[in-house]
């Protein structure tokens, strides 16, 4: 609402955080709800139709995050790298079409793991060990063969969080070695490492347990780690994303006390 409502703030870094503030509220509110019901009530259960659904968005809003925090990265490298062709190379077409690719890639990546999980047959417990419905839990209930979803998960899935977090890491090893070369005063360098050292340890948060979770075996001890480990990426680093990126951030704050 800030960035759409204030003129100075109309520009590619502010038109990604609003993208990233609009994830974060969806991405949150697929699982926590229905955590909090399930906490509250005696009786937990989700429909089949429900289970499905959780799963697509959450890997629908968690991918298309991934994705967006790359996007960020390479936003802030062009700013700092490259400031004299920051406006051409980072247009509002460019910025616009980068944004709207992270988002249906998003969907169709996660379209694409909840069609393969509703096509499997369930015919054993249909207790999920899990606080929320994910391809892994549902797949240690699954009757049938379920290598092809297991190497969807592992490799797709796997590509794209290992994918978005190297470009991401290029983004900013490449921030922080121009700034060691090209910045004179320790005080600027200072305050520029800062940011991106902040900037990167939201994305380390984000991308370290995602790849944990998806790419390493499940087994039956391995589930009660993964629950633990899904609070980081489902429930904390929503919370620290408009803390570390917006909060932190002079502009926005000017734009906040203006509204107020």
């Known amino acids: 609402m800030v960035v759409t409502s204030d003129p100075r703030l109309h520009s590619p870094m502010y038109f990604f955080l609003g993208n990233l503030s609009c994830l974060d509220i969806c991405y949150s509110t697929v699982t926590l709800p229905k955590m909090l019901e399930n906490f509250l009530s005696t009786h937990k259960a989700i429909s089949f139709l429900g289970c499905i659904s959780q799963l697509h968005f959450f890997h629908f809003l968690g991918s298309t995050e991934s994705m967006l925090l790359a996007v960020m990265g390479f936003d802030r490298f062009v700013a700092i790298c490259k400031p004299l062709h920051y406006t051409l190379i980072m247009n509002h077409q460019v910025c616009l079409q980068m944004a709207v690719t992270a988002w249906i890639f998003g969907f169709f990546h996660a379209l694409l793991h909840s069609v393969m999980t509703s096509r499997l047959n369930f015919c054993g417990s249909n207790h999920i060990h899990h606080f929320f419905c994910d391809v892994k839990p549902l797949l240690e209930l699954a009757c049938g063969n379920t290598e092809l ?6 490799t797709v899935t796997g590509a794209i969080a290992m994918g978005s977090f190297f470009l991401t890491f290029l983004s900013y090893f490449y921030i922080i070695i121009y700034l060691f070369f090209k910045t004179h005063s320790c005080s600027m360098l200072h305050k520029a490492l800062s940011t991106c050292v902040s900037h990167f340890m939201v994305v380390v948060l984000f991308f370290v347990p995602v790849v944990f979770v998806y790419i390493h075996p499940a087994s039956s001890s391995s589930m009660d ?7 980081m990426y489902s429930v904390v680093t929503p919370i620290l994303n408009p803390l570390i990126y917006t909060l932190r951030n002079k502009e926005v704050k000017g734009a906040l006390r203006r509204r107020m």
Not at 149 to 154: F, G, R, S, T, V
Not at 225 to 231: E, T, Y
């Open 149 to 154: 979803n297991e190497w969807l998960l592992n």
């Open 225 to 231: 780690q993964d629950q633990i480990i899904a609070i």
